[in-house]
């Protein structure tokens, strides 16, 4: 079974940068493919960036790249996602979620494990 803890959340001024960790532990996780969600007050979840099971390939949402930068350390089972220049709209809880698969998609229900999600607050 898989598990997944994400940390590193918190509330931050505009202008600032984060990174948030996700702890991935589990057998077979470091060939699944990681997303990671966000879902801001009164919307839905969306896709904000995800990475392959080896690194070879990221996505990253039109609107945030630029921005958003997401990597993974197999070897410590974590995956990151570091965000500069956080605007007010990056307001969300941001979860990560896997696959079961090395290739990632952009939809939901692709994804088979999720954690609890980190509360991101950006505010002046």
């Known amino acids: 079974q898989v598990q997944l803890i994400e940390s590193g959340g918190g509330l931050v001024q505009p202008g600032d940068s984060l990174t948030l960790s996700c702890a991935a532990s589990?057998?077979?996780?470091?060939?699944?493919?990681i997303g990671w969600f966000y879902q801001a007050p009164g919307k839905v979840r969306d896709l904000v960036a995800a990475?392959?099971?080896?690194?070879?390939?990221?996505y990253i949402a039109k609107s945030r790249q630029g921005r958003l930068t997401i990597s993974r350390d197999n070897a410590k089972n974590m995956v990151y996602l570091h965000i500069n220049n956080l605007k007010p709209e990056d307001t969300a809880v941001y979860y990560c979620a896997a696959t079961t698969t090395y290739y990632f998609k952009d939809y939901e229900a692709y994804y088979d494990y999720w954690g609890q999600g980190t509360q991101v607050t950006v505010s002046s």
């Open positions: 990475i392959y099971a080896d690194g070879s390939n990221t």
């Open positions: 589990g057998s077979g996780v470091s060939g699944f493919a």
